[in-house]
């Protein structure tokens, strides 16, 4: 099972971007899908998750500017951001609960990370 994200990349300040994950290779179900940033010498944080059921779960730094959404049909998910500011710049991974067959628990993967440059 892999992830992975797309759509990273250098953005004026109060620009917009849309990152992608998409999950490759043999699995029976996703649960919560997600995305997550690391800013340079500071740890991984949340951004925004989205449950199976489509209840949504944004970082404050986010909220009203960024939107996670999903499609099943797929096995992606989405992350719009606009009014971008230079503190979002970050790796952003995805990252999704996920189960390989009925018989598994479901457990998390993550995507390899895409780049956020907010720069003018």
């Known amino acids: 099972v892999q992830l992975q994200a797309f759509g990273g990349g250098l953005v004026q300040p109060g620009g917009s971007l849309r990152l992608s994950c998409a999950v490759s290779?043999?699995?029976?179900?996703?649960?919560?899908m997600g995305w997550y940033r690391q800013a340079p010498g500071k740890q991984r944080e949340l951004v925004a998750t989205?449950?199976?059921?489509?209840?949504?779960n944004y970082a404050d730094s986010g909220k009203g500017r960024f939107t996670i959404s999903r499609d099943n049909a797929k096995n992606t998910w989405y992350l719009q951001m606009n009014s971008l500011k230079p503190e979002g710049k970050a790796v952003y991974y995805c990252?999704?609960?996920?189960?390989?067959?009925?018989?598994?628990?479901?457990?998390?993967?993550w995507g390899q990370g895409t780049q956020v440059t907010v720069s003018s």
């Open positions: 990252n999704a609960e996920i189960r390989t067959s009925s018989y598994s628990i479901f457990r998390p993967y």
């Open positions: 290779g043999r699995i029976d179900g996703i649960s919560d």
């Open positions: 989205v449950t199976s059921g489509g209840n949504t």
